[in-house]
């Protein structure tokens, strides 16, 4: 025991000596090149000499022990490890500067970087309207898509990821959720799919058809899997997929069914020779919920994020 104690300590040591050695004034410098690709556009954003900037990027240089950023035709052009520091310490300067201006936050003016993890049927229904928002009215705020974690309330805590948006059935005292809409379970078949007769499906057709799973976590079952066992009936999984948009090209062109939220499926009528049809036995509608954790709650700039993806969904 001592000996683990022993050797987080030195370990914590190391890291404050590290930061020490860091002079946090740089990272700003850092960022806006990175962004502006240009010793003089860095300048005027920061007011700062063109001089002072190139002698911070020199200190910037000796402090890495890297380029950080080479010149090209375009202006200049960040290593991978530039890359990697302004996606590692982006979000944590963010943080520092809000902290500092007393907490206030100007969406038009502010720069952070929200890791959301959802389905790829989540990001679909939801990120684009959101970007739109964002590119509109927030331009230096970022979105990471991340994928679902094996333990969302673990994954929230730990700042793996700000925000989740999914089915979350946990009651935590420290997480909080939010409904973004309900959906319903449909069907998704080829156009000219023999089982399905104008336009619906038996439930005996349904259990002689074989089946596309969505598992995002790799895990076997599904609510609809469980509501047949009760039943006594089971369904045959012939293709199991870790995300929703591979299935409707695979259902296309075979006699697969694909089960899943309508909206998403809907989305596929006109791309691809397929149809939507109602499942043949009622299923409970799911309640889509944006998840997060304490640690960010009364964030200003989560707090604006949250609701703008709130108010994108509200006519959901």
Same mark, same amino acid.
Request: glycine letters at 6%; hydrophobic letters at 45%; aromatic letters at 6%.
């Given at each position: ?6 050797? @987080? ?28 690709? $240009? *010793? ?13 900037? $190139? ?29 990697? !520091? *302004?996606?590692?310490?982006?979000? #944590? ?16 003016? &502010? ?45 929230? #805590? ?31 078949? @080829? ?9 619906? !499906? $038996? ?18 079952? $599904? ?14 999984? &012939? ?10 090209? *695979?259902?296309?062109?075979?006699? !697969? ?58 006519? !959901?």
């Amino acid at each position: 025991m001592h000996a683990v104690q022993g050797s @987080r300590t030195l370990a914590l040591m190391a890291r404050s000596k590290r930061l020490r050695e860091i002079d946090l004034n740089l990272l700003p410098v850092l960022r806006s090149l990175f962004e502006t690709h $240009s *010793v003089a556009r860095t300048a005027a954003a920061l007011s700062l000499s063109p001089s002072a900037v $190139s002698h911070a990027l020199a200190r910037l240089r000796a402090t890495f022990d890297d380029e950080l950023f080479v010149r090209a035709p375009s202006g200049l052009v960040p290593t991978r490890r530039a890359t990697g !520091l *302004v996606d590692d310490l982006g979000a #944590a300067l963010a943080t520092i500067e809000r902290a500092l201006g007393g907490g206030g936050f100007d969406p038009r003016t &502010a720069t952070a970087s929200f890791r959301v993890a959802t389905t790829d049927f989540g990001a679909r229904l939801v990120i684009p309207q959101l970007l739109a928002v964002l590119d509109e009215q927030a331009p230096g705020l970022q979105i990471q898509i991340k994928p679902l974690p094996a333990d969302a309330e673990d994954a929230l #805590a730990s700042g793996e990821v700000d925000l989740m948006i999914g089915v979350y059935m946990g009651s935590s005292s420290t997480i909080f959720r939010r409904p973004l809409f309900s959906e319903h379970t449909a069907v998704l078949a @080829r156009r000219e799919h023999p089982r399905i007769k104008r336009g619906k !499906l $038996s439930l005996d057709d349904y259990l002689e058809c074989s089946h596309i799973l969505i598992a995002p976590r790799g895990r076997q079952g $599904s609510r609809i899997d469980s509501l047949l066992a009760e039943q006594g009936r089971t369904r045959r999984i &012939a293709l199991t997929v870790p995300d929703f948009l591979l299935g409707p090209y *695979v259902v296309a062109e075979t006699t !697969l069914l694909l089960s899943a939220g309508q909206r998403l499926l809907r989305s596929f009528i006109g791309q691809l020779p397929v149809q939507v049809v109602a499942l043949p036995f009622d299923l409970p509608a799911f309640d889509v919920h944006m998840v997060w954790h304490a640690r960010v709650h009364d964030d200003p700039a989560f707090i604006w994020f949250r609701d703008q993806l709130a108010a994108v969904h509200a006519p !959901l």
